[in-house]
């Protein structure tokens, strides 16, 4: 799929510089794809976080299993 994005100048003039031979569309494509997964990493933090959270405050394992949860370790 082809769309148009606007990127200024002295953006564009950063892009060459740094990424030397490689194209622009490639650079740019590649650069989105790492932020995207930078963004789903976050958010599978922030939601692991939210449920160790809920789990501290409500336990979903009856605390009379604590001692075999933790047998043989």
């Excluded at 501290?56 to 001692?67: G, H």
Aim: hydrophobic share 40%.
């Amino acid at each position: 799929m082809r769309t148009t994005v606007v990127i200024p100048d002295d953006v564009i003039h950063e892009i060459r510089k740094l990424a030397g031979d490689v194209p622009l569309s490639r650079f740019v494509r590649e650069s989105v794809v790492d932020r995207i997964r930078r963004l789903e990493r976050e958010m599978l933090v922030r939601e692991m976080e939210a449920g160790y959270r809920a789990e501290a405050e409500r336990p979903s394992i009856d605390p009379a299993w604590s001692t075999t949860e933790t047998e043989g370790l």
